[in-house]
């Protein structure tokens, strides 16, 4: 008796990649069926709960939330829901978010169609997958963490840019000495003062100093 397909949810806040994606995995519907979408993390939630798909593949960015955040809410419901992320970013401390986040893959944008269904397949199966561009670097990077070998705020999944500018915030600086400071726009800086909040679990600049100093990140 022939495997019944892999059910999944599609969730991207861009019309045009999700159409992107359900146009690469056509070719594999006797694998892999999209029954759903949705572009909105609010969306997502009543779309997952409507179709209980076997895996729902979601972007680690959506409009005014996360893909992380999105995980972690759907596993409260369903502490055994499998969610995979798919990302543009290959920085491994975002691979370690969405570990923490309890994703069951990290895959990056730039698969192959046959790549992808075939990683889905091996999380349906109960496997968890990370992408193989990321697998070697995060195994290094994991066990200078564990030897405590690493930059402030590594532990807190902070990226090395994302450290420095945590500790000018600590000392008080402002976005456009930042900026300055860092040689880039201060736009950047905003970019990556909402990555920090996100990841120090906080809403603004006070709560990620107060967290940096009771966590001992800077002093």
């Not at 895996?55 to 992380?68: H, K, P």
């Not at 075939?118 to 109960?126: A, K, P």
């Not at 400071?181 to 809403?203: M, N, P, Q």
């Amino acid at each position: 008796m022939a495997q019944a397909p892999v059910r999944i949810v599609l969730v991207d806040d861009h019309e045009m990649v999700l159409q992107g994606l359900k146009s690469m995995l056509t070719p594999f519907r006797g694998r892999i069926r999209v029954v759903g979408q949705a572009t909105t993390a609010e969306d997502a939630v009543g779309v997952v709960a409507g179709l209980d798909p076997d895996i729902v593949l979601c972007d680690v960015r959506l409009q005014g939330a996360s893909g992380l955040d999105l995980c972690k809410r759907l596993l409260q419901v369903d502490p055994v829901r499998k969610v995979v992320l798919l990302s543009v970013y290959d920085d491994e401390q975002y691979l370690f978010q969405a570990l923490r986040a309890g994703a069951a893959g990290y895959l990056l944008k730039q698969i192959t169609g046959e790549e992808l269904v075939t990683q889905l397949e091996r999380v349906h199966s109960g496997e968890r997958v990370i992408d193989t561009a990321l697998a070697g670097r995060a195994v290094e990077t994991a066990a200078r963490l564990a030897s405590g070998e690493f930059w402030p705020g590594a532990r807190q999944g902070l990226t090395h840019r994302e450290s420095e500018v945590l500790s000018f915030m600590v000392t008080g600086m402002s976005n456009r000495g930042i900026a300055r400071r860092l040689v880039v726009g201060e736009e950047t800086v905003k970019s990556h003062l909402r990555a920090i909040y996100r990841k120090l679990e906080v809403s603004d600049r006070a709560g990620a100093v107060a967290v940096a100093l009771r966590e001992g990140i800077y002093r």
